[in-house]
């Protein structure tokens, strides 16, 4: 144990050193009230401690660090969305869409840092805010993908809502990192526990509902046995989705405590309803509409989604779904899974926290004895 | 992610133990065992409140026998004021904050 004090003492002064110099008092006086703290795992916790500080004070090179991941992840998804070939009616409106999200994702931290602080300090407000920044720009890239082909001919499905549906998804994407943002800012109402708990449980929802039907329509099974385990999947899954906001606004009431008002845990409950079914909406759109950008390209794919959901004839670009009618081409149909997507994108976080608030206010959490 | 008073709770705890005794100047390693908060969480607050104006830090005056100076803080005026207001705000505990464990769970400060 004493070789390993020795270099976390070691590592805390060589990170120190690359803290400001007002930050470097600091982790100086950590450093020497360590041999106050008894020797063995205690101290070696309270080094550690010291070394976390160094990494979170270090806040310069890190904010630089997030500057730079944007700035990358902007850069290639309108490098992206840039190239297209002439005259492909898609190519203008995803360079509008890309470059209006961009700005939007990156004014509004400014924005909210001045209404509500600047983030919060915690592993989970940051997991979630780069996360979320991820998911949403892996959604646009996707989705500018999809609608490559569906504009193109001979689909030529943009019609003259592609501009509406492009303001439309581009308000629910702003409406999404609003909300990531005020949830995880400082002086946001939500404590850090029911963010995590929210965003955990509809991640979790999100890749359930994305296994049980991974191009948005339900899969098909030969066998009877696969067939009706399939279906009771589909049962369990749509019954978990639902349970999902509840049990995280649940949690997230009781965790708030009991002897706070009544008002304080629904709110708590809403809010992580609101995460959960945002979070679900995020990860089922990223991925499924990932997954239906591939399709043209990839013949494996291609073949799976013959056998499990439907029939693809590469020759006319035609795909019909086993659902529904033959006049449901391919990519029509993927952009009516997009449009589909929005939707769930809209409905989701507001049903997540309807849900939530009910359980908050239904959480009863009787006083533990000890406690005052 | 905040308190109502808009403090979060181990910063009330911090708040509570400095205003217990407001005028004394006290070192991270007491407070940290008396808030049962951990070095990593601790230091960031301290840092915070400083930077508002709430907390005021010196190094001790003396080279003691046998061990480093000591870092030391106590609530400036501004501070007793705000940490008065906002632990008579923190509802979970009637003017008492809720307090971190070693397990990092929340509960509730019985003093």
Redesign the interface.
């Known amino acids: 144990m004493d070789w390993l004090t020795r270099v976390m003492v070691a590592l805390l002064r060589r990170s120190a050193g690359l803290l400001p110099a007002d930050?470097r008092?600091?982790a100086?006086?950590?450093?020497?009230?360590a041999?106050?703290?008894p020797a063995g795992r205690r101290r070696l916790?309270?080094?550690?401690?010291?070394?976390?500080?160094t990494v979170?004070?270090a806040s310069p090179a890190r904010r630089l660090g997030y500057a730079a991941a944007f700035a990358a992840a902007a850069a290639g998804t309108l490098w992206s969305a840039w190239s297209g070939p002439a005259g492909d009616p898609a190519v203008v409106p995803n360079r509008v869409e890309v470059i209006s999200l961009a700005v939007i994702l990156a004014g509004l931290p400014w924005a909210f840092r001045r209404a509500r602080g600047p983030a919060?300090?915690?592993r989970?407000?940051r997991l979630v805010r780069t996360g979320g920044y991820a998911a949403l720009f892996a959604l646009v890239l996707v989705r500018t993908a999809v609608e490559r082909v569906a504009y193109a001919p001979p689909n030529n499905v943009a019609g003259s809502g592609a501009w509406t549906r492009g303001a439309l998804f581009l308000a629910v994407m702003a409406g999404y990192a609003a909300g990531m943002l005020a949830?995880?800012?400082?002086?946001?109402?939500?404590?850090?526990a029911?963010?995590a708990v929210g965003t955990a449980t509809g991640a979790a929802v999100g890749v359930l509902a994305f296994a049980l039907g991974p191009l948005g329509f339900p899969l098909r099974f030969t066998g009877s046995w696969p067939a009706g385990l399939y279906d009771a999947a589909m049962v369990t899954g749509v019954l978990l989705a639902l349970c999902a906001p509840v049990v995280a606004g649940l949690v997230a009431a009781r965790?708030a405590?009991h002897?706070?008002?009544g008002g304080?845990r629904a709110g708590q409950g809403a809010m992580a309803g609101l995460c959960t079914g945002a979070t679900a909406a995020l990860v089922v759109a990223v991925l499924s509409t990932a997954a239906i950008a591939l399709l043209p390209y990839d013949t494996g794919l291609q073949h799976w989604a013959a056998t499990h959901v439907g029939h693809w004839a590469p020759a006319v670009g035609q795909w019909t779904a086993n659902l529904g009618p033959p006049r449901i081409g391919y990519v029509a149909g993927n952009s009516a899974f997009a449009a589909g997507y929005l939707v769930v994108l809209m409905v989701s976080p507001l049903l997540g926290c309807g849900f939530g608030v009910l359980a908050g206010l239904a959480a009863d959490d009787p006083p533990r004895a000890?406690?005052? | 992610m905040a308190h109502r008073s808009g403090f979060s709770a181990q910063t009330l705890a911090v708040l509570a133990d400095l205003c217990a005794t407001p005028s004394r100047w006290r070192h991270g390693y007491g407070i940290a065992r008396d808030t049962g908060l951990k070095s990593g969480t601790l230091y960031p607050i301290l840092i915070r409140l400083a930077d508002r104006g709430l907390v005021e830090a010196r190094w001790e005056d003396e080279q003691p026998a046998g061990r480093p100076r000591r870092h030391l803080y106590r609530l400036t005026p501004d501070g007793v004021a705000a940490a008065a207001a906002a632990l008579a705000q923190a509802p979970a505990t009637g003017g008492t904050p809720a307090r971190t464990t070693s397990r990092g769970r929340r509960q509730v400060v019985a003093r």
């Open positions: 930050r008092v600091w100086d006086a950590l450093l020497a009230e041999d106050e703290v916790a309270w080094l550690a401690g010291g070394v976390r500080l979170r004070e919060d300090g915690g989970a407000a949830l995880t800012a400082r002086r946001s109402r939500a404590v850090p029911t963010v965790r405590g002897t706070q008002p304080f000890g406690t005052s």
